[in-house]
């Protein structure tokens, strides 16, 4: 099989007082979320889809909640690491498509900053990077503005140098 597609899916708690990070890009925000690591939703959703399409676990397998070495740690980090798997098992990333649901800050003002930041740092095109934005009509958890949840979609096409 020459392609791979991979479903990722991530939520996190938030909280008043914690840095919103999403896409790689600090949103002015008064809440954050609650993390062990930098609370990066969306790039923890991204990371398990890439991780899916290989069937290499998820991203608690590779970077667990329970290490040190993972407290803090800025997201870019992982997904750098994740890519690199990707490519190490003789594959290349053709796109990405992220849901973003959340009820508040309002983020599309960050959208493009977010398709920048992500695809340079899974090195491939801008235009192969989809950020979207949505709420759920104040219904559920993230109507309440007590989460956000993330999903995320990826091509991947078998490398053809190898």
Known sequence: MNIRIGNGYDVHALAEGLPLWLG?????????CIAHSDGDVAIHALCDALLGALALGDIGKHFPDTSDEFAGIDSKILLERVCSLVRAEGWEIGNADITIAMQRPKLAPYIIPMRECLASVMGIEVSDVSVKATTTEKLGFVGRGEGCEVYAVVLLNRQTNI
Do not use: H, L, M, T
Not at 24 to 32: D, K, L, M
């Open 24 to 32: 790689g890009v600090r949103v002015e925000s008064p809440i954050g």
